[in-house]
Antibody, heavy 120, light 107 residues
Framework: EVQLVESGGGLVQPGRSLKLSCAASGFTFSNYYMAWVRQAPTKGLEWVASITNSGGSTYYRDSVKGRFTISRDNAKSTLYLQMDSLRSEDTATYYC?????????????WGQGASVTVSS | DIQMTQSPHSLSASLGETVSIECLASEGISNYLAWYQQKPGKSPQLLIYYASSLQDGVPSRFSGSGSGTQYSLKISNMQPEDEGVYYCQQGYKYPYTFGAGTKLELK
């Protein structure tokens, strides 16, 4: 069974940093792209960042470019999202997702989500 | 960025009814279109990929169609467990974008 388990969420002041982790199991992690998708309270889904299976290429939405860094450790089957210079508009539930390029670039597995609140 | 315009914003359906949700892309996306269902307090789940391919384990009453810029999700024989919010998403190019969502309720 595919499992994605996020950790590292919490309350953080504007301008500070936070790092999310996602432990993957039930599939060969190094064969898949991975992505972070977020959802602000009562809002819709918003893609944040993606990383190729080797980690050699990364992609970001403009609003987080230069502030967030997606990375992975294939030996540990773990995905990360380093979030720096956080803003109130980054408040959201962050979902770790498996990005299946074999199924035409869809998110075919989702974690339970990690809540991030940016507030003073 | 590719804009995904989803309609309607909300709808209600009776048990056994058939409903459709539309998604319009601001440019052609070559069927790189997925549909997700999100139930309250839960993570989204993939229903349809590549516009019309049914994800494993998803009931056959869900179906997708479309091409170019226009796509739709059809739910036949509405069931209580189909209540939730439905999102379309284009995987044609980064940044991936989602529709605003359609809230489906049982009448």
């Amino acid at each position: 069974e595919v499992q994605l388990v996020e950790s590292g969420g919490g309350l953080v002041q504007p301008g500070r940093s936070l790092k999310l982790s996602c432990a993957a199991s039930g599939f060969t992690f190094s064969n898949y792209y991975m992505a972070w998708v977020r959802q602000a309270p009562t809002k819709g889904l918003e893609w944040v960042a993606s990383i190729t299976n080797s980690g050699g290429s990364t992609y970001y939405r403009d609003s987080v470019k230069g502030r967030f860094t997606i990375s992975r450790d294939n030996a540990k089957s773990t995905l990360y999202l380093q979030m720096d210079s956080l803003r109130s508009e980054d408040t959201a539930t962050y979902y770790c997702t498996r990005e299946n390029y074999g199924s035409y670039y869809v998110m075919d597995a989702w974690g339970q989500g990690a809540s991030v609140t940016v507030s003073s | 960025d590719i804009q995904m315009t989803q309609s309607p914003h909300s709808l209600s359906a009776s048990l056994g009814e058939t409903v459709s949700i539309e998604c319009l892309a601001s440019e052609g996306i070559s069927n790189y279109l997925a549909w997700y269902q999100q139930k309250p307090g839960k993570s989204p789940q993939l229903l349809i990929y590549y516009a019309s391919s049914l994800q494993d384990g998803v009931p056959s009453r869900f179906s997708g169609s479309g091409s170019g810029t226009q796509y739709s999700l059809k739910i036949s024989n509405m069931q209580p467990e189909d209540e939730g919010v439905y999102y379309c998403q284009q995987g044609y190019k980064y940044p991936y974008t989602f529709g605003a969502g359609t809230k489906l309720e049982l009448k």
